[in-house]
Each structure stands twice: as structure tokens, then as C-alpha cells.
């Protein structure tokens, strides 16, 4: 267990808190395990442990997403409350990755009674709007936010409370038989994100980069930032040379034509 001040308890509750607050607004990504557990990791002075967990629980998030109506499981509670329990608890690599996916299904619980909750202070905000009273209708979006970040933060409050030898004999207690077959299914929905990212860049002009990614990575030592430089800048050389980009430019005009056409293409997905 990592000995943590009251200022580090403080700040990975206020991360939590923001967690939940972008579980809703998605205008910022805090929410991501990939965010959430990489800023628990620098309050904690575990940086690189905090980045290698908060990847690893990425790779899972990547199939978790709101379909219509239908709820993903949460990945600010899986990220924040796995996080604590590496980083802040003591709990090993591969027991905070198998208590995600449980983590998340209570979140998604959470947050659809939040909703719930949160279509009676709609109602209220509609009453308030006609009075033009806008003050009120401020309070209640403001509240119906903060019931989304308590969500998360009061879980992650209480798991910092609880001792690392009690948090230690709750992991010891769960069968390996629950464990492993947990980590099976976070193997197989990191494959369903993959899946749903190739399918999302699947068209002709793309398939070569993505095979060329993928032999640079295994004939090569290029780290992740050389291989994204790399693909940045052979991104730029297509864009300036590939007929589509280019076919009405001349003069001032370039600009316009990428443009349309990287609308265009965009379109079709």
C-alpha cells in the first residue's frame, strides 16, 4: 500500500468527482481509464503504473459504448476504483484489471438510477423555465451533475477509507475460477473494440496504412510515439498527393477541396 496525505486523498477524490461529471458530458474524456487512473498514478507518485493499468483497462473500455437507450457499462467507476486499489491499496496488476468489469457493471446500475433520478429535476427545471425562473433551472442541471459525480467519488471515498489488508482479503476471497474467467471476458471485449475501431476506419483508401502499422510494429523497436509520428506524417504526404484531396485545387482554392472531401468520406461512416 502506498501511504497517501490528506492532499492526495483529496485530489483523487476531486478526479472521481470529474470522472462522473464526464461519465455524461464527453467534452473532455476524464472519465476514460486511460485519464482517470494515469492522474491517480501522478497524485500517487506511481505515474508509469498508473499509465500501464489505465491502458491495459482502455483496450477493455474501447466496446463500451451507449447504443440509443441502452447503458454501457461505467468506465469512470472501473477506472477510478481499480486505480485506488493498484495504486493507492496495494492490489496486484491483474486483480484491479478482473475487478473492472464487475466494477462497471455496478456503475452501470448507478448511473441508470441517476438518470432516473435525474428526469423528475428535468420535470422540475421545465416548471421552473415557465416561471422564468432561471436561476432554478441553473440549480437543477447543476444538481442532476453532481449527483452523476457523487456516483463515483463517494465509491472511491470509501474504498480510500477502508484498510489495505481488508481490501487485500476481499480480493484473496474471490475464486480464481471468478478471476480468470473475468480476465477471459476482458480479453474478448478488448477484441470486440478492436473490432469496432477497424470497422469504423474500414475503406480502401485506409486498409494500407492499417497493415502497414501493423508490420512496421513487428519487424521493428519503433516505440508508440515514433509509430504515431510516422503515421502522422505519412497521413499528411497522402493528403497533399492523393487525387481526391486535390482534384479541384488550384491556386487558393486546395484548402476547400480537402476539405469537401474529407466531408465526404466522413459521410459514409
Known amino acids: 500500500m502506498t501511504d497517501i496525505t490528506i492532499i ?4 483523487i477524490i476531486i478526479v472521481a468527482l470529474f470522472a462522473g461529471f464526464e461519465s455524461v458530458l464527453d467534452e473532455f474524456q476524464l472519465h476514460q481509464p486511460i485519464i482517470t487512473c494515469t492522474l491517480i498514478g501522478l497524485i500517487t507518485g506511481n505515474l508509469a503504473e498508473g499509465l500501464l493499468l489505465g491502458g491495459q483497462l482502455q483496450l477493455i473500455a474501447l466496446g463500451w459504448m451507449n447504443i440509443g437507450a441502452a447503458m454501457a457499462p461505467d468506465a469512470a467507476l472501473a477506472g477510478v476504483v481499480s ?4 495504486l493507492v491499496q496495494g492490489a496486484s496488476m491483474g486483480e484491479g484489471i478482473a475487478v473492472a468489469i464487475p466494477l ?4 452501470q446500475v448507478l448511473t441508470i438510477f441517476i438518470r432516473t433520478v435525474a428526469v423528475g429535476l428535468s420535470h422540475y427545471a421545465d416548471r421552473k423555465a415557465e416561471e422564468g425562473d432561471i436561476s432554478g433551472v441553473a440549480s437543477a442541471n447543476i444538481l442532476a451533475l453532481m449527483l452523476q459525480g457523487l456516483r463515483v467519488a463517494v465509491p472511491a471515498g470509501l474504498i480510500l477509507m477502508v484498510s489495505a489488508q481488508t481490501v487485500t482479503a476481499a480480493l484473496n476471497a474471490i475464486p480464481d475460477v471468478i ?3 473475468l480476465n477471459v471476458a476482458g480479453g474478448m471485449i478488448v477484441a470486440v473494440g478492436y473490432a469496432m475501431v477497424i470497422n469504423m476506419m474500414a475503406s480502401k483508401s485506409s486498409w494500407p496504412f492499417f497493415f502497414m502499422g501493423f508490420a512496421l510494429a513487428a519487424v521493428t523497436e519503433l516505440n508508440l510515439i515514433a509509430m504515431g509520428i510516422i503515421g502522422l506524417s505519412i497521413a499528411l504526404v497522402y493528403i497533399s498527393i492523393a487525387p481526391q484531396f486535390n482534384a479541384n485545387s488550384g491556386g487558393g482554392g486546395g484548402g476547400n477541396s480537402v476539405e469537401a472531401a474529407l466531408d465526404d468520406i466522413l459521410e459514409d461512416y
Open 179 to 181: 478471476t480468470g474467467g
Open 8 to 11: 492526495q486523498v483529496v485530489l
Open 104 to 107: 462497471a457493471i455496478a456503475g
Open 83 to 86: 486505480g485506488i486499489l493498484v
